[in-house]
């Protein structure tokens, strides 16, 4: 069974930082796609950034130029470095990989349980 652990969400003034982490555990064979989403309170879940198994980044407009998409293959692992936070950036952030089990499986998406983000003005 495949697993996505996430850590890094805080409380934290507008202005600050913060580093959230997504963590894939158990029996896998590779991992495609790896992103963040984030959903505020009633508000549609929206794809934050993007990284694919090549390192091309992709991100949307509202985080260009603040956050930075990352990834460890070795640690099957996706990171998301958020500067300069705005009281908008509140929400629970999610993350979304592209797993496959076996060499012959599918793609099979997976997310992480949310990790709360809080920036107070």
């Known amino acids: 069974q495949v697993q996505l652990v996430e850590s890094g969400g805080d409380l934290v003034q507008a202005g600050g930082s913060l580093r959230l982490s997504c963590a894939a555990t158990?029996?896998?064979?590779?991992?495609?796609?790896m992103d963040w989403y984030r959903q505020a309170p009633g508000k549609q879940r929206e794809l934050v950034a993007t990284?694919?198994?090549?390192?091309?980044?992709n991100y949307a407009d509202f985080v260009k130029g603040r956050f930075t998409i990352s990834r460890d293959n070795a640690k099957n692992a996706v990171y998301l470095q958020m500067n300069s936070l705005k009281p908008e950036d509140t929400a629970v952030y999610y993350c979304n990989m592209g797993v496959r089990r076996t060499w012959f499986s599918a793609t099979v998406d997976y997310w992480g349980q949310g990790t709360q983000v809080t920036v107070s003005s």
């Open positions: 158990g029996s896998l064979f590779s991992i495609g796609h």
């Open positions: 990284i694919t198994s090549e390192g091309s980044t």
